[in-house]
């Protein structure tokens, strides 16, 4: 499969990409200390080799310390000085090794014209190489002369469109690189296309009694199906922070002196702004409360599953929802500096991280291609002076091009990855990320996170055996007016008490309950201090009447099925098992507890999180994080491995290379297992594509493989690595998990 081709449909012109130097300057981030930051998106940028000459070029821009380019987002991040230097020409640079270069656009979402354009060049080469197939079979088969010719034209007119317009990302990803003195393997195979096009239709003109259009067609189609999946895995990683900008509103209403609302946009919003922040509505930016209180679900930064009540004074982080009243808030740092924007830069920075695999397999393909180009050079010249027959010298290196394509070499790992994530899909684990197969088996400590990863994340009545059906009845009167989480747990339990007393004027106050009137009492849910006269009750929750207590209510979450069986399972195996989580140290230390875990954090928050993982892995650890909520995404995208339940944030699962469907964890072991038996084929795939090409090259050098026989060569080896790859779905089901286990609770 090609790595290096430009994306079909894909056309960026100069005037979009255009922007000064200065321009560029001004869009740039400071660091401190003289260092500033750009961010430059790189449409063209497909592959390993793209990303050592992007990388290489800027290095050696003057002022510039550091460039790291980004292969999911295609961009790149350049660190530079402006103290000694001017603004240096980034784009400029770019340009000179035939890179078109602009700023990132805040539009990351939209229709994928990109993978539409793929698949149908996809449908085209598909169509064209399986008609020419089946009139070659006749051909085969014996066809008179006459019908052969007609056979051979009919081939010519379908093979038009598969090579000219299925294959022309190819001729262009090969052509801006020769073009700029470099090269990729997209040079071969382009010239091994054409050539086979071009010998066919000589052979076809000439009354030739075979024509090798198959050869060129079916060769384009394998590429682009590679490319397709290719394209697949970097938008799914590419939405991470897609999702993450969703939850961030576009504007807000800026609070004038004379009291009048004017809308701005994000861009615009500066510190000192007063806002106001609506029911319903995401905060914009970091900032204080300046006039009013309100109840937030700061799940986007803690992961905590209950709201917090925010005062006059209280601060207010980018992200979180307002579920209460109305307020006004003093913000205290631009967007671009927020809670959220800094979340995001954690999430691409880690993104920009090199795997192992990829390297060496980026060093293989950089050798592939002046090696083939030089033996089939060589194949040419040696024919052509040993028969005097341009035709048989130019069939010979033909067939050294096509046969050693790296099709069976490209699929030696990307099947078995497609195979494993069918695999695991059935068994409830969907892949997001290809490349985290690799690194899953280096893994030796994990990570969880707390609230819906270890939890099912939804607050549960823990003490119903000492409230009294009365006292649970008036609760849930007042409970069934709010969507507050306790309130439902409340409503919940109260499910067998029947119908519940009709409260009147049931007020809900932000941050601290709801009260309501039955006759002439006043009835209180919420926190203690609200709803005592005096204080004295450890609880939380607290109903009472005229401000004396009535039911102290206290709350748990459920353990998530398979959570013990898990940890207790990773210990044997010889894993480390970490808790982190932006909850309650109480709550933390709850299911630290139950599930026997001794190392356990609690009130982190994401940058702290991100800093423990990266304390791990510089201690040598490789760490997987489990977790869900959007506030655990740059954990995740730090960790060497990622994963989430279906029942994350979108950011959250967005973020992870893996998420888990339904309740049961006990899938993680399986998840292990299942990656095990793949690399064990990996290993093989790749020793059968070698020693194809061991044997096949010398064969075809020697003359003794036509075009056509080069072809179906490289399409066999290209299957049997399939093949290969399929006995990973010989077992359905790994023996450790069952799935009919019962939910445990704390």
Not at 118 to 126: E, F, S, T, W
Not at 212 to 221: D, H, R
Not at 592 to 620: F, M, N, T, Y
Not at 670 to 692: C, K, M, P, T
Request: glycine fraction near 8%; charged fraction near 20%.
């Amino acid at each position: 499969m090609s790595c290096c081709s430009a994306e079909i449909g894909l056309d960026i012109s100069l005037s979009r990409t255009g922007c000064s130097a200065d321009e560029l300057a001004i869009a740039s981030r400071d660091l401190g200390n003289g260092l500033r930051q750009s961010v430059l998106s790189i449409p063209a940028m497909h592959c390993a080799a793209c990303i050592g000459a992007v990388e290489t070029a800027l290095v050696g821009v003057p002022g510039v310390e550091r460039a790291r380019a980004n292969l999911s987002l295609r961009r790149v991040t350049i660190d530079w000085r402006r103290d000694r230097h001017p603004a240096p020409d980034l784009l400029g640079a770019l340009a000179a090794i035939g890179y078109q270069a602009h700023l990132p656009t805040a539009e990351i979402d939209g229709d994928d014209k990109v993978l539409t354009g793929l698949v149908r060049a996809l449908a085209v080469a598909g169509f064209c190489s399986m008609n020419i197939m089946l009139l070659s079979v006749s051909v085969w088969a014996g066809a008179d002369a006459a019908t052969r010719q007609t056979f051979h034209a009919v081939s010519a007119l379908l093979a038009l469109p598969a090579v000219f317009y299925s294959g022309a990302g190819f001729y262009r990803s090969a052509w801006q690189a020769l073009s700029h003195r470099r090269t990729n393997m997209d040079v071969p195979i382009s010239v091994g296309i054409l050539l086979t096009f071009a010998l066919s239709l000589y052979d076809t003109i000439t009354d030739a009694p075979h024509a090798y259009f198959e050869a060129a067609t079916s060769l384009i189609f394998v590429l682009l199906i590679g490319r397709v999946l290719d394209h697949a895995m970097r938008r799914k990683a590419r939405s991470a922070i897609a999702a993450l900008t969703r939850l961030i509103p576009r504007g807000a209403s800026v609070v004038q002196p004379d009291g009048r609302l004017d809308y701005v946009e994000l861009a615009e919003i500066k510190a000192g702004m007063r806002l106001a922040i609506a029911t319903g509505e995401r905060v914009p930016t970091d900032g204080v409360v300046d006039d009013g209180s309100a109840e937030l679900d700061a799940a986007l930064i803690t992961g905590e599953s209950l709201g917090r009540s925010v005062r006059a004074g209280g601060s207010v982080r980018a992200g979180e929802l307002n579920l209460g009243n109305a307020f006004v808030l003093s913000a205290t740092a631009a967007p671009a500096d927020s809670t959220v924007a800094e979340m995001t830069r954690m999430i691409e920075a880690a993104e920009n991280g090199r795997w192992h695999f990829r390297r060496l397999a980026d060093r293989a393909a950089s050798l592939y291609a002046p090696v083939i180009h030089s033996l089939a050079a060589l194949a040419f010249v040696a024919w052509f002076l040993a028969t005097g027959s341009l035709h048989t010298a130019l069939s010979v290196s033909v067939a050294v091009l096509i046969i050693t394509c790296p099709c069976a070499l490209g699929l030696a790992v990307p099947m078995v990855q497609v195979v494993l994530a069918r695999r695991l899909f059935e068994r409830g684990v969907m892949a997001t990320d290809a490349s985290a197969f690799e690194r899953l088996r280096e893994i030796d400590t994990i990570v969880f996170d707390k609230t819906g990863t270890l939890t099912t994340g939804m607050p549960r009545l823990a003490n119903l055996a000492a409230i009294a059906p009365e006292a649970l009845g008036l609760a849930a009167g007042l409970s069934r007016s709010s969507s507050h989480p306790v309130a439902c747990a409340i409503a919940a339990a109260a499910i067998s008490t029947g119908a519940p007393p009709a409260f009147a004027d049931i007020r809900e106050e932000a941050g601290v309950g709801l009260e309501g009137r039955l006759g002439d009492d006043l009835y209180r849910l919420g926190r203690a201090e609200w709803t005592l006269s005096a204080q004295d009750t450890s609880a939380t929750t607290v109903l009472s009447k005229n401000g004396e207590a009535v039911a102290d209510f206290h709350f748990s979450e459920d353990i998530r099925r398979g959570a013990r069986d898990l940890v207790r399972t990773l210990k044997d195996r010889g894993v480390d098992v970490i808790l982190l989580s932006g909850d309650s140290r109480q709550a933390v230390e709850t299911v630290a507890a139950a599930l026997g875990i001794a190392d356990r954090r609690a009130r982190l928050l994401p940058a702290e999180k991100v800093q423990a993982v990266k304390d791990l892995q510089a201690a040598g650890r490789r760490v997987l994080m489990i977790g869900d909520g959007i506030n655990d995404a740059p954990a995740l995208r730090a960790a060497d491995v990622s994963m989430a339940p279906t029942s994350a944030s979108d950011v959250g699962r967005s973020a992870a290379d893996f998420v888990f469907l339904g309740n049961d964890l006990r899938v993680v072991t399986g998840l292990f297992d299942s990656v095990e038996r793949a690399a064990r084929l990996i290993r093989q795939n790749f020793a059968l594509a070698f020693g194809y090409n061991a044997v096949a090259l010398p064969i075809a050098f020697a003359g003794y493989v036509t075009p056509l026989i080069a072809a179906l060569a490289m399409s066999s080896s290209s299957v049997l690595v399939v093949v290969n790859a399929l006995r990973l779905r010989m077992r359905t089901r790994p023996e450790n998990v069952e799935f009919s286990v019962a939910e445990s609770s704390i």
